[in-house]
């Protein structure tokens, strides 16, 4: 039982779902209607739409919200089978057994035959029904997965332009020439950085989320980078939780260099007056906060960064990135899953992309 509801909490219906319904019913009842009226009379007929509407109804959401996706589960296919055939006979007996009672038969008869009939009746009933919102559904799901596809995609090209942008390998390779002949220990400290960067980008490149804690240590990696690019004109702040809970928070790999980037990009800093940029994060949420300070010379942006990343929060997490812009700060907030709830991201994605490959087979 835990299993069918947990099932239909997972798939409740949506409210475009809840419209298919009543335009259903509200083209089909006049019809059934009818049917029932030539035949038993308005008082009988009344009651036998009644219980038409709420029996197919509850049929076809169980069937289609409950047992059906246990079906396309192969984790959960045993189980579903079993609650099938429970749904089968409950068909019967209650569409055999229920219009007996309410259309006014003297005696209900329970044989096989009898129960087959009623089945195969009931069946005719809420076929419609339940055609539309399967299918209506179908479509959600490849609608869904094809955009997820698309912010993947979109994803994975920033990720390999990120790792091949000239401008920021040539930045970081002068500096690391400089460093060479100057002080040829820190040259390999800041080349073992700059390996360790381009390796967490390659190693995660095709994973839809990390740990905070490897994000952390992935942005720190990149914040060593800048600072020997700009000494101390930039200031980087953090306030974290502890260690063990950092490491039971999920991210989207690549927020915080993205969001480094882009305050750098478009801010000035001084070593006399450095730019200050805040990284804070609690068990919710992961914000990156600095004064607006625009460099004078503007810079060449389409906002394509920050817009895919709100897309793949959005698919990923089912939450939205927050962004405050003031004349005087600038602050994202993204949300954290935490790891204990990553079933939940299997839910709102792998899902899809599962019965997606299910219903292609």
Not at 200 to 227: G, K, M
Request: charged share 20%.
């Amino acid at each position: 039982m835990n299993w069918l509801m947990n099932n239909l909490l997972m798939q409740h219906p949506s409210r475009s779902d809840l419209l298919t319904t009543a335009m259903y019913w509200l083209v089909a009842t006049p019809f059934i209607l009818w049917t029932y009226v030539a035949e038993f009379g308005w008082a009988r007929a009344e009651v036998g739409i009644a219980y038409t509407v709420l029996l197919d109804t509850a049929a076809v959401y169980l069937l289609v919200f409950g047992v059906l996706p246990g079906l396309l589960d192969s984790r959960q296919r045993s189980r579903a089978l079993i609650w099938l055939l429970g749904f089968l006979l409950g068909s019967a007996i209650l569409y055999h057994g229920g219009y007996g009672l309410l259309l006014g038969k003297d005696a209900v008869r329970w044989t096989l035959v009898a129960l087959l009939s009623g089945l195969l009746l009931h069946a005719k009933s809420y076929g419609l029904l339940a055609v539309l919102l399967t299918g209506k559904r179908y479509f959600e799901i490849q609608r869904r997965v094809l955009q997820l596809q698309k912010a993947q995609a979109e994803s994975e090209l920033r990720s390999l332009k990120a790792q091949l942008d000239p401008h920021f390998l040539f930045n970081n390779l002068n500096v690391l020439r400089g460093l060479i002949l100057e002080d040829p220990v820190a040259a390999n400290e800041y080349l073992t950085r700059l390996a360790a960067l381009y390796r967490f980008l390659i190693r995660h490149q095709n994973e839809d989320v990390v740990s905070l804690a490897e994000e952390l240590q992935f942005a720190n990696e990149y914040i060593y980078l800048l600072r020997h690019r700009f000494g101390s004109a930039y200031e980087f702040r953090q306030e974290l939780p502890s260690p063990a809970v950092v490491a039971e928070l999920l991210v989207v790999p690549g927020t915080l260099q993205l969001l480094l980037e882009n305050a750098i990009k478009h801010n000035a800093g001084n070593e006399d007056e450095p730019l200050v940029i805040n990284i804070t994060a609690t068990t919710t949420c992961l914000t990156v906060r600095h004064v607006r300070r625009p460099k004078r010379t503007s810079v060449d942006s389409a906002g394509t960064g920050l817009a895919n990343l709100r897309e793949r929060y959005r698919l990923l997490f089912g939450q939205e990135i927050q962004v405050e812009t003031t004349p005087e700060v600038f602050v994202v907030t993204v949300p954290l899953l935490p790891l204990a709830h990553a079933p939940g991201l299997s839910a709102n994605y792998q899902h899809f992309a599962h019965d997606y490959s299910d219903f292609r087979r």
